[in-house]
Each structure stands twice: as structure tokens, then as C-alpha cells.
């Protein structure tokens, strides 16, 4: 069974840029959560998705990320304009949901480093 | 807002020894997950605990929940150094929102 496919890996810009990242998640999987994982800390939800709705973005700085999840499969997040402390680990995730079970898996993450 | 606090934050234990992570968090619920994180890996799962008093084990971890007290437990036992990685217990809400705690990063050293 494929896992949760992100991309990019790596990413480095310059603050005040823009950036987005991509998620693929497992086939069948009705919830999907995007999480930003600062260097040394646990990960920290920022949105999440039930098929193509959002359940909970209320930590999502909206000024400047925003998230989509087209016909509940991929999920893009993007950053505009982003800063210094935007740097971290941006790690999506999904699960079946409910009734199945919300165990999350979690894909390999986009590393953003903002310089 | 569910708070989902983890003790010790950093453990360092000799191989052979044991030892227990407790994860305590701060609202009803009876699902509660254990991860592993390597450096500058992604999240594994480890344990899925669906109700009150359940108990998993897998080679030298074993994880409880005891959803009265809000608190789950992983148990180390007879550390090996292969069990050096950050450990995060993850609290799951009535609308799936999954909530991690603060982590604990165990190494073990000989």
C-alpha cells in the first residue's frame, strides 16, 4: 500500500516569498490534516480536511497560509508571504476517520527553511 | 482547548534499564496514539488505544490508557540503544482533531 506522498522535500526561500507544498494521501483516506512541526517541538495541527471540507483551521495563521483539498483527494498548503519564523517542518497526514479509526499516517514532510 | 502534556521531555537511560514516559491530557477521550520520530524523519506509528484499560506491546514497549485519569503510559523495558528517538503521544477529539504532546526524546546509552 503507497503511504502519504509530499512534495517537495526541501525548500528554502527568502522571506516575503510565497511557497507551496503538495500532499497525496492514502487512497481511500477521508481525513487529511497538515501539521507544522518547529524544530524540537511536537507537531502543531493547522488544518484538517474531512473529504473536502475543512473541520478545523483554527490555527491556521490565514493571513498568509491557506489550504485546499481538490475532490477530496490532494491537498496543497501555501504560504504568501512568508517569514523568518515560518521555518519548519510541514508534515500532512491522513486516516480513515470515525468509525475506522483515526489512526494518522504521516508523510516524509517538506523541510522549509526561510532565510 | 485539549493540552496534551508529556514527562520526562528528555530521558537518558542506560541500556538494560527500564523506564516509563507518561502522557496526560486535559479532556475526555478514549483514543489515544503513540508515534516515534527519528532525527529528521517522519512520524511511525507505534500503538493505537481505542478504550479505557487497553494495553499493547510490541517487542520492549508496552503502552496502556486509563481514560479516567486521562493518562497513558509507554513502558521501556530492557532499553536498547535502538530504541533512541523522540517519542509523541497524540490525543484524538470528537471531530478527529489529533493533538500531539510535547514529546519525549529518550537515548539510551550503553
Known amino acids: 500500500e503507497a503511504g502519504v506522498a509530499q512534495s517537495p522535500r526541501y525548500k528554502i526561500i527568502e522571506k516575503r516569498q510565497s511557497v507551496a507544498f503538495w500532499c497525496n494521501p492514502i487512497s481511500g483516506h477521508a481525513t487529511l490534516y497538515w501539521y507544522q512541526q518547529i524544530l524540537g517541538q511536537g507537531p502543531k495541527l493547522l488544518i484538517q480536511?474531512?473529504?473536502?471540507?475543512?473541520?478545523?483551521d483554527s490555527q491556521l495563521p490565514k493571513d498568509r497560509f491557506s489550504a485546499e483539498r481538490l475532490k477530496g483527494v490532494d491537498s496543497t498548503l501555501k504560504i504568501q508571504p512568508a517569514k523568518l519564523e515560518d521555518s519548519a517542518v510541514y508534515l500532512c497526514a491522513s486516516s480513515l476517520g470515525d468509525t475506522w479509526g483515526t489512526e494518522a499516517f504521516f508523510g516524509q514532510g517538506t523541510r522549509l527553511t526561510v532565510v | 482547548e485539549l493540552k496534551v502534556e508529556q514527562n520526562p521531555l528528555f530521558l537518558s537511560m542506560q541500556e538494560g534499564k527500564n523506564y516509563t514516559i507518561y502522557c496526560n491530557y486535559s479532556t475526555t477521550s478514549d483514543r489515544l496514539y503513540w508515534y516515534r520520530q527519528d532525527p529528521g524523519k517522519s512520524l511511525e506509528s507505534l500503538f493505537v488505544?481505542?478504550?479505557?484499560?487497553a494495553v499493547k506491546q510490541e517487542g520492549r514497549l508496552m503502552a496502556s490508557l486509563d481514560t479516567k485519569a486521562r493518562l497513558s503510559t509507554l513502558h521501556i523495558t530492557a532499553a536498547v540503544h535502538d530504541l533512541s528517538a523522540t517519542y509523541f503521544c497524540?490525543?484524538?477529539?470528537?471531530?478527529?482533531?489529533?493533538?500531539f504532546g510535547t514529546g519525549t526524546r529518550l537515548q539510551v546509552f550503553p
Open positions: 488505544l481505542l478504550s479505557n484499560g
Open positions: 480536511f474531512q473529504n473536502n471540507g475543512v473541520v478545523d
Open positions: 497524540a490525543v484524538d477529539t470528537i471531530t478527529d482533531k489529533l493533538i
